[in-house]
């Protein structure tokens, strides 16, 4: 399959990278986490309880104390960005008669993840008083560090950012990568477009972290990805960094113009990696029949950048407004009281048969469309390196909630307004969209779309614009889920729908602009489960 062809069918047509015969080998399936072995360890203790309001704005909403933070700090950031939360066992009924019922054990997280497989590790660099300098990996089943490589690396990092960040002021850099295996094993070739979101969706988990622990975190999706790799010690065949996100205090910013004049020559991977020795490290994996995935391969050498010439800004990341924008409904004019964060982050939950109807207020609505608006970063695809919003729009199909009439909606945070776009209940359209029954819709009040440029970028990143654009899609989905959670709602991620028909709800020109995730959005009543808190 060609690589153009196939980042269509991962968009349009799931079933020609993901096939409905697809055998699926349970009993070989690789762990949820990375386990090193034979590497120097150390221990986090318990966190701290991150009881600080949700802002949904971009600056932090709480200060830890100035200077290097401590052991205890550390072990707060990284367990409530990825840590293991909760234990759960779920009861899964029969679907015939006399047939008997499974228990489906899973380690959940703060985040979402498809199929709860967790195919993104977390990796630091440290640069504080707490642990010796150096590159460390999140051992999420420890809840631990693992010292991957010592010493200070702060030049050989700028250089791989291409100079464009200062890293002398910094706490240190966070690694999101991506494990192509563990959940490819599951869902084929289709775990490329997964691998994007699943990793957004960390970075995203990573801003809203740092914020409330009192840091400003900036993300980087454009670097030397090699270098990035070596220095790791990772693999580029299985495993390969996404996203670095800088963290530093308040006030202190991530870039450094003058630096970045300094450094005019261009950087390759090639130069900065011949004088750093390579890592051999070992780690447990649990598969044995490993098959291969070609085509994951060279996305991801496709996708990669070698030279810091290859660095730009989007053109133009506008989105072009739906020609069928059209009345005006008004929002309610106060926002409903939010949760805080640490109850926020305990209280998302995915739902899936377990929706039921439930009338959603207007109020709530509103808290909820205002708070992930307001999502603001610091990102290098922005050309002004100043914090902005990504460019993603918010859609809602609305159904029982009164002051709005039921139809389609697009939501302008200029004008704090929904525009809409289709007058009506489209829950049926919805629901006959699904390629699975994993939802039943007409339990859900709410169901949104998150919409971004039909391209995928491709005009301004090549073939790093479709990862880019499914890591600012995470990064969105997750404020949406939290500032859901925060008002007592709940909503599941879903890609098994049809975008052809949600487009043609919202009037959507697909080759400008397209439905990139569905998310039902309502109230729930879990089936028999046990679940306990880690």
């Known amino acids: 399959m060609q690589l153009d062809d196939f980042l269509l069918h991962l968009h349009f047509d799931i079933d020609k990278v993901r096939p409905v015969d697809a055998q699926v080998d349970w009993e070989d399936a690789p762990l949820p986490f990375k386990l090193y072995q034979g590497l120097p360890t150390i221990a986090l203790p318990p966190s701290t309880s991150l009881q600080t309001p949700m802002s949904g704005g971009s600056r932090p909403t709480r200060m830890l104390p100035t200077g290097n933070p401590s052991l205890k700090e550390l072990a707060t950031f990284f367990w409530y960005t990825y840590g293991l939360t909760h234990l759960s066992h779920a009861v899964l009924p029969g679907s015939d008669e006399g047939r008997e019922t499974s228990i489906l054990q899973a380690l959940r997280r703060f985040v979402p993840s498809g199929g709860a497989l967790y195919p993104s590790e977390l990796y630091a660099y440290l640069r504080t008083d707490a642990v010796p300098t150096g590159f460390y990996h999140y051992d999420v089943a420890h809840h631990r560090l ?55 969706v960390l970075v995203g988990q990573s801003l809203s972290v740092a914020e409330a622990c009192g840091y400003s975190g900036s993300v980087y999706l454009q670097f030397l990805d090699c270098a990035m790799n070596h220095i790791l010690g990772l693999d580029e065949k299985d495993e390969s960094v996404y996203a670095v996100i800088p963290l530093h205090h308040v006030g202190h910013g991530p870039t450094s113009r003058e630096r970045i004049r300094e450094a005019s020559a261009a950087v390759t991977d090639e130069v900065l990696t011949s004088d750093v020795q390579r890592l051999n490290h070992r780690h447990y994996v649990k598969s044995q029949r490993l098959t291969p995935y070609p085509l994951l391969r060279e996305a991801n050498l496709a996708a990669m950048f070698h030279s810091t010439d290859e660095f730009r800004g989007a ?50 609505l509103t808290t909820v469309l205002r708070t992930t608006a307001r999502l603001s970063y610091t990102r290098d ?138 998310v039902p959005m309502g109230r729930y009543r879990k089936q028999s489960r046990f679940e306990g808190r880690l």
């Open 315 to 364: 053109s133009n990341q506008e989105l072009c407004e739906s020609t069928a924008v059209g009345e005006q409904m008004p929002l309610h004019d106060e926002d409903h009281r939010l949760a805080d964060f640490d109850t926020a982050c305990r209280q998302r939950f995915s739902p899936a048969l377990d929706f039921t109807f439930v009338p959603v207020s207007l109020k709530q």
């Open 146 to 200: 693992v010292l991957l490589r010592a010493g200070n690396y702060d030049t050989y990092l700028e250089s791989a950012l291409g100079h464009r960040c200062d890293l002398s002021s910094a706490i240190g850099l966070v690694f999101v990568s991506t494990v192509f295996w563990k959940n490819y094993y599951k869902y084929r070739d289709f775990a490329y477009r997964l691998q994007g979101l699943d990793a957004g």
């Open 381 to 518: 695809t922005e050309p002004t390196f100043q914090p902005s919003h990504p460019p993603i729009q918010l859609a809602v199909c609305v159904h029982g909630i009164d002051g709005i009439q039921d139809g389609a909606y697009l939501y302008t945070p200029d004008s704090d307004a929904l525009h809409l776009l289709r007058l009506g209940d489209v829950r049926m359209e919805l629901q006959y969209g699904l390629s699975m029954p994993t939802v039943n819709l007409f339990q859900v009040p709410l169901c949104f779309h998150l919409v971004g440029a039909g391209d995928h970028h491709r005009a301004d990143f090549g073939y790093r614009g479709y990862r880019i654009q499914q890591m600012e899609v995470g990064i969105a989905l997750q404020r949406l889920l939290l500032a859901a959670s925060a008002v007592g709602l709940a909503g599941h991620p879903l890609l098994g729908y049809d975008e052809a028909v949600c487009d043609r709800i919202y009037h959507f020109d697909s080759k400008r602009q397209t439905c990139l995730i569905q």
